[in-house]
């Protein structure tokens, strides 16, 4: 599960945006894209994440405004949960950054409102290295509204050194199944003894893509813009998290708020206090230098043990979209091509943003990679024949649903909801911010 500070906030944040309306060319001063990328333009390009990506983005401005004389970049950033709040708030005000690192719940969300730039009618973006594949995962009603960063996968992380602690043997993850991961969890808790976990909860909204697509459905029907799963289902997964809650060696509910609330660097995982975890690829190194142990890569379990049927696919990372209000489109979109066809720029983000979808990207990076960004781009190799296709970017309406989820998974594990009291309440819940949106 990936951690950062969460907040409700963000939903409401997106949802006062949304009441304000997204498309503000009216109020925004938003232009053409035939702004003044030759001479003097200012612009402002936002991210979320860790210290390390802070940095890296600044060396990126630096050394764009050494080869653009008269741009001038400046960085906003902050965690995951106030960056939602604020680009919400700032676009609903028309002044939204002109550069932004978009999410796949918030692109259509965006998009869906005017808010974001086709990138399609930006020349001076190349797009002529990404494949179509790679392109539709930015795409909203067949135009382009964020470029893919990279691509990585939902996995599941192992503790390598707590398992040898515990004399358990790893995995096959080309063939573990539900019961396996369970039963190995339950024997980690076991033998590590005092606080440990063998596992902390996959009990995000991804991980409940990943249950529904191994039961043949999906969080979203696409074509009709509904939930497009069977009740069923989603109450399975309920049960599932209690299983791994009671009988699987995981987290008490009060361990899993506690978690949620907190920081990445603070949860069970990266404080070896839980064998397994579940995590983005892209996350390997920052696990590792948080734990300062052997951290390791596994597919996730399915019903089958067939790893072709176990749900994974690859996902954009994040993007980059400019904005639609930027009076510096030309600008943007030179600095946002700078980002994704340059290889200095390549090397200084590595896999931090996904394993780069831009092959000659790509092959720049790799005699620069340590071992554990290595490690991540064999594993997605590796793992790459049994891959399904990937969804397509959550509806215009669902940015929220990441905080719906979870707050329907602690009222399970606290018992204060059955599993189909939750799944009715949620699924309604959930369909009403579609039909909203």
Not at 99 to 107: Q, R
Not at 388 to 414: H, I, K, N, W
Request: overall charge negative.
């Amino acid at each position: 599960m990936t951690k950062f500070s969460r907040t409700t906030k963000s939903r409401s944040a997106v949802a006062m945006a949304m009441a304000l309306g997204l498309g503000l060319t009216a109020c925004g001063g938003g232009s053409d894209s035939g702004s003044d990328a030759s001479g003097d333009a200012s612009l402002r390009f936002s991210w979320w994440g860790s210290d390390p990506r802070h940095e890296a983005n600044e060396q990126l401005i630096t050394m764009f405004e050494e080869n653009n004389e008269g741009v001038d970049i400046s960085g906003e950033y902050g965690d995951f949960g106030g960056y939602w709040d604020r680009l919400a708030t700032t676009t609903a005000g028309g002044d939204a950054p002109d550069v932004i690192t978009m999410d796949e719940k918030y692109l259509q969300e965006y998009a869906g409102r005017g808010a974001l730039a086709n990138l399609n009618d930006l020349p001076n973006l190349d797009l002529s290295k990404f494949d179509d594949s790679a392109l539709s995962l930015g795409q909203y009603e067949d135009e382009l509204y964020g470029l893919s960063t990279g691509q990585n996968a939902y996995v599941v992380m192992v503790n390598e050194d707590l398992f040898e602690e515990a004399g358990v043997e790893l995995p096959d993850d080309s063939t573990w199944t539900w019961d396996d991961y369970y039963n190995i969890s339950a024997e980690l808790q076991e033998k590590l003894g005092g606080d440990s976990r063998g596992t902390e909860f996959g009990a995000q909204d991804v991980d409940l893509r990943i249950w529904l697509r191994q039961q043949g459905e999906s969080l979203y029907n696409e074509e009709e813009g509904s939930v497009g799963y069977s009740p069923e289902n989603v109450t399975s997964w309920f049960e599932h998290l209690l299983t791994v809650r009671d009988d699987g060696g995981g987290p008490t509910a009060s361990e899993f708020t506690e978690n949620s609330s907190g920081t990445f660097e603070a949860g069970e995982f990266p404080t070896n206090r839980a064998g397994m975890g579940w995590y983005w690829s892209n996350q390997l190194a920052a696990l590792r230098t948080a734990s300062d142990s052997n951290i390791s890569m596994l597919r996730v379990p399915s019903e089958s043990g067939n790893a072709a049927e176990n749900g994974m696919y690859f996902k954009a990372s994040m993007y980059w979209s400019i904005s639609e209000q930027s009076e510096n489109k030309e600008a943007a979109a030179d600095f946002v091509n700078f980002l994704a066809n340059d290889a200095e720029a390549a090397k200084v983000m590595l896999v931090d943003r996904g394993v780069p979808v831009n092959p000659d990207m790509a092959e720049a990076i790799t005699p620069e990679l340590g071992e554990a960004d290595q490690s991540v781009v064999s594993f997605l190799d590796e793992i790459r024949p049994d891959m399904a296709e990937a969804p397509l970017p959550s509806p215009v309406g669902t940015g929220g649903v990441q905080d719906v989820v979870g707050r329907y998974v602690s009222e399970v594990l606290f018992e204060r909801l059955t599993p189909e009291q939750a799944t009715e309440q949620m699924t309604s819940e959930i369909e009403n911010l579609i039909s909203a949106g």
